[in-house]
């Protein structure tokens, strides 16, 4: 299993737990928030196809056009916590269908988004990186601030790395290298040797873990990863200096998962 599979197996499950336990807590009433701010609860809500919401209120119906409301979000959908309770029992397909259904029902709604962010981590995890691709995408056109979230981002590139659409990732890899933050662009340094290396190119891949292990010294927690793709890439082209950095990697960072995989090498 890739190290990257192993992550984003960490990432999932840590994801689907979080859920389930922020989940059905204390129901809440559906609302809408006005372009000002102030917020409207209600006791009933619906949407129609062209986005504009009818709130129930204890004074009666109001209705708010597209455009005139900041966000609208129903009541806590049953199907989507089915959902999440079937992924973690590795019920991916029937999840995914009540999410579909999730994606259905409440558009504009808030939890047509939350079921397709949703729906991109179990294709993950069910090893359909292609199908998660295209969640995302859906995810992303609806709702665009959402590729302003860190995680849903990291999670579309690992997507579009897990299914190979390259043509997709390197053009974002490389802004993010020039434009983001220093732990973004590192990290995508790291990636951008990922795709190197899934495409066969060794050398290439080598020079981006090493460049990320001397121009992003200070992103500590990047540097194992760093150093033992960088060791595993020498290793590939039969350089005998990749025992100097697995030798690095455990005693800089001992403890760490890459330190004791770095160890099993020496």
Not at 65 to 93: C, V
Not at 139 to 154: E, I, V
Not at 174 to 190: L, P, T, V, Y
Not at 241 to 257: A, K, M, Q
């Amino acid at each position: 299993m890739t190290i990257m599979k192993l992550r984003l197996g960490r990432i999932i499950a840590l994801a689907l737990l979080g859920s389930v336990i922020a989940g059905p807590a204390v129901a809440q009433n559906p609302y809408v928030i006005l372009p000002n701010g102030q917020r409207v609860d209600g006791t009933d809500i619906r949407a129609r196809s062209d986005g504009t919401i009818i709130l129930t209120t204890t004074q009666g119906q109001v209705t708010y056009e597209k455009g005139r409301y900041q966000r609208a979000e129903a009541a806590r959908p049953a199907e989507f916590d089915r959902a999440l309770r079937l992924a973690q029992q590795r019920n991916y397909d029937e999840a995914l269908t009540l999410l579909e259904q999730v994606i259905q029902n409440y558009r504009f709604l808030n939890w047509d988004n939350q079921a397709r962010a949703l729906s991109a981590q179990i294709q993950m995890s069910k090893g359909d990186a292609a199908g998660a691709v295209a969640s995302f995408e859906r995810l992303f056109q609806s709702a665009p601030d959402q590729k302003r979230d860190s995680a849903a981002l990291w999670g579309y590139l690992n997507a579009l790395l897990g299914a190979k659409q390259f043509d997709k990732l390197a053009p974002q890899l490389g802004e993010m290298i020039e434009k983001g933050s220093r732990a973004d662009a590192a990290r995508a340094q790291i990636m951008r040797g990922d795709l190197k290396l899934a495409q066969g190119q060794v050398e290439g891949a080598v020079m981006d873990y090493l460049r990320t292990a001397m121009l992003f010294e200070s992103e500590k927690t990047l540097m194992p990863e760093a150093l033992f793709k960088a060791a595993d890439g020498l290793e590939r082209m039969r350089d005998p200096r990749s025992r100097d950095l697995y030798r690095r990697v455990v005693e800089e960072f001992g403890g760490t998962p890459f330190a004791q995989r770095a160890q099993a090498k020496l």
